[in-house]
């Protein structure tokens, strides 16, 4: 029984390193995070709190996933210099980036394309940047370079789906 658990483990975080992605992020929601001892376990290592006053904020490396949690390693942020845990999914973001901005069209023909799935090169939808209520928005998933993302609309409305273009720094990319 000792060795069936074992085997289970080692597939398991040999499935973790296989999923790797080095996805650069910031906090969603809050200015902390809790980072856990492991993908399903309540004991916590350390909250990491970002300083907006101080405009000090961690920045986040997605290294894997589980099914309710990421592997991350924090840093560059007021109160740890380096962490590595567990974090909900869903409480690291990037910005929506666009190319709209170098083409000098005005703010409010900036389009942000949404896909069905990471596999596709045909754009589900577009989201025009004035119909959004911001352009942080949280990673649920990832495949590749691709993130899944919630969009929050100013209407409400919550859309899923996935983005192949964002910025992982707080300040945003424009222009960049």
């Known amino acids: 029984m000792k060795t069936f658990l074992l085997s289970l ?3 398991s975080f040999s499935f ?3 999923a790797q992605a080095l ?3 910031f906090f969603w929601g809050s200015d902390s995070v809790i980072v856990y001892a492991d993908s399903s376990s309540v004991k916590v290592l350390v909250t990491v709190i970002d300083n907006p ?5 961690a920045e ?4 894997s996933k589980s099914m309710q949690r990421f592997y991350v390693r924090i840093h560059n942020s007021p109160c740890v210099k380096f962490a590595e845990g ?3 999914k869903g409480k690291c973001a990037v910005n929506l980036k666009t190319t709209n901005s170098i083409y000098n069209l005005p703010i409010e023909e900036w389009r942000y ?3 069905d799935s990471p596999k596709d ?6 989201i025009y940047h004035d119909n959004l209520n911001t352009i942080e928005v949280p990673i649920m998933d990832y495949y590749k370079k691709w993130l899944k993302v919630q969009l929050i609309l100013k209407s409400g409305e919550k859309i899923e789906g996935w983005i192949k273009d964002y910025c992982p720094y707080i300040n945003g990319c424009e222009g960049m």
Not at 53 to 57: G, I, K, Q, S
Not at 121 to 126: E, G, H, L, M, V
Request: net charge negative; glycine share 0%.
């Open 86 to 88: 567990w974090i909900e």
């Open 9 to 11: 483990y080692l597939i």
């Open 121 to 126: 090169d045909i754009f589900r939808r577009y």
């Open 113 to 115: 394309y949404v896909y």
């Open 16 to 18: 973790m390193l296989n």
């Open 23 to 25: 996805i650069p992020s």
């Open 53 to 57: 006053e101080t405009e000090e904020f």
């Open 60 to 63: 986040i490396e997605i290294l």
